[in-house]
C-alpha cells in the first residue's frame, strides 16, 4: 500500500476511479456509455493440483472486475517459473485451470507474458467494462445500509494447515470450491438490486477491508461477528494458533481502528483477520433492500451469503465489533 502511494499522480478527468481509496480496480471513462476496468493480481500456488491452482487463480484476479460492478471481456496471463524444475505438462495444466475459469467468465486470454524465475507465481491482467453511471466503488457506503458477505472466511488458516499437513481433505476440498468460486452471480446480484458499495475481501482479511470501505466512504461500521460466516474446520486450527503472518499483521493493522466487545475471544478476533484468496464480496446495501439482495444471491447459489453488520455515523473509532 505505502508504495502505491507512491507513484505518480496523472490529471485526466477521464479516470473515474484511481489509487485514492486504494480501490479493487482502475476505471477509466471511453465515452459517455462505456468505461474500461482494469487490474492485475499475481499468486504463488495454493493449491497442490495445478489445474486447481490455475482456476484459483483466474477468480482471484477477476474478482476484482466484479467487485467493481463490471463486465470482465479481456485478460493477459503472467507466468513466472522455473523451466529446468517445473514438468511442461504442470504449466499447460495451470493454464488450462486459468483458461477455463475464464471462459466460465465469460471472457478470453488474449496473450501473456513469461518469465523464469526461482518459483511458480501466476496471475492475470484484466480488462473489463462498465457503464461510467454504473461503477460500484468501495467508498459509497451509507449511515443504515447493512453489510452483506457472499463467500465464508478461512482460506489462509487452512492453507497454513495444509503446509503443515494437518488438513483433512474435507476442509482442502471446501476451500478449493470456495476460491474456484466466480463472483459473477454475487455481481449479477447486486447490481440487479441496487448497492451503495462494495469491495472482495482478499489479503487485507474482512476487518482490513471493512476499514478501508469506511475509511473510504468516511462512516463507520458494526460488525457482528457471530453473523460472519467461517468454514467450520477453521475454528479448531485457530484455537492451534495456526494463523498466516499476514493474517497477523492484518490483525496488527486494523487494531487501533477497531473496538472489540470482551466476548469475542482472541482467536475469532484473527479469524475475522485472516488473509483470504479469491474470496468473497463485502456489499454494503441500503436496509430496505438487503433482505431482498440476501434472498436473490441464495437463489443464485451462493448460500454461504450472511448479513453481517452495518454502517453508521463516523464514530470515534472505524470498526465495532461485537
Known amino acids: 500500500m505505502q508504495v502505491l502511494h507512491q507513484l505518480p499522480k496523472f490529471d485526466d478527468p477521464k479516470i473515474l476511479v484511481g489509487g485514492t481509496h486504494m480501490d479493487d480496480a482502475a476505471v477509466y471513462k471511453i465515452d459517455e456509455n462505456t468505461a474500461i476496468v482494469q487490474t492485475v493480481d499475481i499468486l504463488t500456488p495454493i493449491a497442490d493440483d495445478p489445474y486447481i491452482f490455475g482456476q484459483i ?12 460492478g463490471a463486465k470482465p471481456i479481456t485478460s493477459l496471463s503472467i507466468l513466472c517459473y522455473p523451466p529446468e524444475k517445473i514438468d511442461n505438462k504442470i504449466v499447460n495444466s495451470m493454464l488450462k485451470g ?7 467468465a465469460g471472457a478470453c486470454i488474449i496473450g501473456g507474458h513469461t518469465l523464469k524465475d526461482t518459483e511458480v507465481k501466476c496471475g492475470l491482467a484484466v480488462t473489463g467494462i462498465v457503464a461510467p453511471d454504473k461503477i460500484v466503488t468501495n467508498s459509497g457506503a451509507k449511515p443504515g445500509d447493512r453489510l452483506i458477505l457472499t463467500k465464508p472466511l478461512g482460506t489462509g488458516i487452512i492453507s497454513t494447515a495444509i503446509k503443515a499437513n494437518l488438513a483433512p481433505t474435507k476442509a482442502i476440498n471446501k476451500i478449493n470450491n470456495n476460491m474456484c468460486q466466480l463472483n459473477k452471480n454475487a455481481c449479477d446480484a447486486m447490481l440487479e438490486v441496487g448497492v451503495s458499495s462494495a469491495t472482495d475481501i482478499t489479503g487485507f482479511g474482512l476487518l482490513g477491508h471493512v476499514f478501508e470501505m469506511a475509511e473510504a466512504s468516511n ?6 461477528a457471530p453473523q460472519v460466516p467461517i468454514i467450520e474446520e477453521t475454528l479448531e486450527f485457530a484455537k492451534m494458533g495456526l494463523f498466516p503472518q499476514g493474517s497477523i499483521m492484518n490483525f496488527e493493522f486494523v487494531k487501533p481502528n477497531t473496538q472489540f466487545e470482551h466476548n469475542v475471544d482472541a482467536e475469532l478476533q484473527l479469524l475475522l483477520c485472516d488473509a483470504q484468496t479469491s474470496g468473497g464480496l463485502l456489499i454494503s446495501v ?8 440476501l434472498n436473490l444471491l441464495i437463489m443464485k447459489g451462493i448460500t454461504s451469503a ?7 455515523n463516523e464514530k470515534e473509532r472505524r470498526i465495532y465489533v461485537n
Open 57 to 68: 487463480v483466474a477468480a482471484n484476479s477477476l474478482s476484482d472486475i466484479y467487485a467493481m
Open 219 to 224: 462512516v463507520s461500521m458494526i460488525i457482528k
Open 98 to 104: 486459468a483458461a477455463d475459469k475464464v471462459k466460465e
Open 306 to 312: 450472511c448479513i453481517i453488520g452495518g454502517v453508521i
Open 286 to 293: 441500503p436496509e430496505e433492500r438487503s433482505e431482498t439482495l
